[in-house]
């Protein structure tokens, strides 16, 4: 069942001459990992926009087509009401804490949705437990490095139990090493709970591993759509620019110099390594 369907979604913000997404017609099932990338400027974050309703209630702008988010109408529900369904965390974290303590942001939109302060209490430990920042709960958000901040800004997400959440690029300003920590509390929210992940990221050598669904834009359009071994390993995703996983780009330069390396198309350094080794046992 989607949880997110757009149907030929079209929008321009006010006073600009052209679309920033065109016709862009999705379906994001529930539970699914869904990764969107694509050239910078491709339309992704605005498409991001929309998932939550910012667009078109906050930037206004014009909008056509159709967009359903958690069975309600996008275009007829107002942010607040799209909130309990549908959490968004921003590229950068420091857009989104504002309080005294790491405890307080979490609680924030807690407080605003009304919940009881015995339950709002029970759901921020959880939040601060699963992202594993508990003993920083009474630190100032400001002093924090930026992945502990991102942390916060998902755990901020998290209390609110959303059935979506959409992360947009959240981890530009980390280090490798930093984000792949990230992505993978992210992975293990979307298996352990059901979360709907939309993740938007060009860094496709940390996180394609991940995703059960793939999504590339380009010039505000969706170009390709499907199983991410297949979409990342096809001519128009290398010609379009997409940053192919090392993996992926390795074991096509192999294929095309006539080694066999079995069906299974890498995404990840850890399954090339696989590959390769299968591949030696094959040839003994």
Same mark, same amino acid.
């Given at each position: 069942?989607?949880?997110?369907?757009?149907?030929? =979604?079209?929008?321009?913000?006010?006073?600009?001459?052209?679309?920033?997404?065109?016709? /862009?017609?999705?379906?994001?099932?529930?539970?699914?990992?869904?990764?969107?990338?694509?050239?910078?400027?491709?339309?992704?974050?605005?498409?991001?926009?929309?998932?939550?309703?910012?667009?078109?209630?906050?930037?206004?702008?014009? %909008?056509?087509?159709?967009?359903?988010?958690?069975?309600?109408? /996008?275009?007829?529900?107002?942010?607040?009401?799209? @909130?309990?369904?549908?959490?968004?965390?921003?590229?950068?974290?420091?857009?989104?804490?504002?309080?005294?303590?790491?405890?307080?942001?979490?609680?924030?939109?807690?407080?605003? =949705?009304?919940?009881?302060?015995?339950?709002?209490?029970?759901?921020? *430990?959880?939040?601060?437990?699963?992202?594993?920042?508990?003993?920083?709960?009474?630190?100032?958000?400001?002093?924090?490095?930026?992945? %502990?901040?991102?942390?916060?800004?998902?755990?901020?997400?998290? @209390?609110?139990?959303?059935?979506?959440?959409?992360?947009?690029?959240?981890?530009?300003?980390? *280090?490798? =090493?930093? @984000?792949?920590?990230?992505?993978?509390?992210?992975?293990?929210?979307?298996?352990? =709970?059901?979360?709907?992940?939309?993740? /938007?990221?060009?860094?496709?050598?940390?996180?394609?591993?991940?995703? *059960?669904?793939?999504?590339?834009? *380009?010039?505000?359009?969706?170009?390709?759509?499907?199983?991410?071994?297949?979409?990342?390993?096809?001519?128009?995703?290398?010609?379009?620019? /997409?940053?192919?996983?090392?993996?992926?780009?390795?074991?096509?330069?192999?294929?095309?110099?006539?080694?066999?390396?079995?069906?299974?198309?890498?995404?990840?350094?850890?399954?090339? @390594?696989?590959?390769?080794?299968?591949?030696?046992?094959?040839?003994?």
């Amino acid at each position: 069942m989607a949880v997110i369907e757009t149907k030929k =979604l079209t929008y321009t913000y006010p006073g600009a001459t052209k679309p920033s997404i065109r016709d /862009v017609s999705i379906n994001i099932e529930k539970g699914e990992f869904t990764l969107i990338t694509g050239p910078s400027g491709c339309g992704k974050t605005t498409l991001c926009r929309c998932f939550n309703g910012l667009i078109p209630h906050f930037y206004q702008g014009e %909008q056509k087509g159709e967009i359903t988010v958690a069975g309600l109408d /996008v275009i007829k529900n107002q942010t607040y009401d799209l @909130a309990k369904h549908v959490g968004l965390v921003f590229q950068n974290p420091e857009n989104q804490l504002f309080a005294l303590s790491v405890e307080k942001d979490v609680a924030f939109g807690l407080e605003n =949705l009304g919940v009881p302060r015995e339950e709002m209490s029970k759901r921020v *430990d959880w939040a601060l437990n699963l992202t594993g920042i508990r003993d920083l709960r009474d630190r100032a958000p400001h002093e924090l490095s930026g992945g %502990q901040q991102q942390r916060v800004a998902i755990a901020a997400v998290l @209390a609110m139990q959303p059935e979506v959440i959409v992360l947009d690029e959240p981890t530009s300003f980390l *280090d490798p =090493l930093s @984000a792949k920590k990230i992505f993978e509390v992210i992975y293990e929210l979307n298996k352990t =709970l059901g979360i709907t992940v939309v993740l /938007v990221e060009h860094r496709l050598d940390l996180t394609a591993r991940y995703a *059960d669904h793939i999504i590339v834009m *380009d010039d505000g359009k969706v170009v390709l759509d499907g199983e991410p071994r297949e979409t990342l390993d096809s001519e128009e995703a290398r010609l379009i620019g /997409v940053g192919i996983p090392k993996a992926t780009r390795l074991y096509q330069i192999l294929r095309e110099d006539g080694i066999r390396l079995g069906n299974t198309i890498p995404l990840s350094s850890e399954e090339m @390594a696989i590959v390769l080794k299968g591949a030696l046992k094959a040839n003994d």
